[in-house]
């Protein structure tokens, strides 16, 4: 947590690029990039407010921070370490794949290793599909437009919040900040807010009308004491 703490508030340019259950396998990531000469951080995990879209869920995971500016250079970097079409053994669970399930890989490569998503363009090119650069762009656009879009339906939330805010609560506090500022990291390395705006809006108010109240309950509860 110190780690994830510290990279956050002195090197804000880094982002979560990819999770690991495995240390060992972002170590081995991590020295890729170092070779490429990518800046990078590996932290320890405690879950992290900043969600990203790495294709992997579990709470206890290592994290790779790289610099925004330079995730499309990384993602490039780990294409290359792909192997050939002949080099892959003839079990490999690629193989097995159909040709909808490897367009799936293509449409989303934030939820597949950079390796996995050459497999699949070179499998679809040698089962006499096209594709080209253009194609792997428009999907990249179209993913990235996808992935922007903001989360809709807090009403739950934003309720929940309010209880706790006006009850004076550090709870509707943190639910405010939440919704307020919560942002996601795309694969492209930019970053945008979690929720639609009414939602963020809503947060917003509810962070400051906890913090109101807060100072309201604690002046009534010294009067009362008195």
């Known amino acids: 947590m110190l780690i994830f703490c510290r990279l956050m508030s002195k090197e804000i340019a880094f982002a979560v690029f990819k999770k690991f259950n495995d240390l060992d396998l972002a170590k081995a990531y991590a020295a890729i990039l170092d070779e490429h000469g990518i800046d990078h ?97 428009s999907l990249k656009k179209h993913r990235i437009d996808d992935l922007s879009k903001p989360e809709t339906g807090q009403k739950a939330s934003v309720i929940i919040g309010y209880v706790f805010s006006f009850a004076g609560g550090l709870i509707g506090i943190l639910i405010g900040w939440y919704l307020w500022s919560m942002k996601k990291t795309l694969p492209d390395g930019s970053k945008v807010p979690m929720y639609e705006k009414v939602d963020r809006d809503h947060g917003r108010i509810i962070f400051f009308v906890g913090i109101v109240f807060i100072v309201v309950w604690t002046v009534v509860g010294l009067l009362v004491d008195q």
């Open 41 to 137: 951080r590996v932290g320890d995990n405690s879950p992290a407010l900043d969600l990203t879209f790495s294709g992997s869920t579990a709470l206890d995971q290592t994290e790779l921070f790289v610099r925004q500016d330079q995730f499309e250079k990384a993602h490039a970097v780990l294409e290359d370490i792909a192997p050939s079409l002949e080099d892959l053994p003839e079990d490999h669970y690629l193989h097995k794949f159909n040709n909808d399930e490897l367009y799936e890989i293509l449409a989303k490569p934030d939820e597949w290793s950079e390796p996995d998503h050459v497999l699949a363009q070179k499998i679809l090119e040698a089962r006499g599909r096209n594709i080209d650069k253009e194609f792997l762009q």
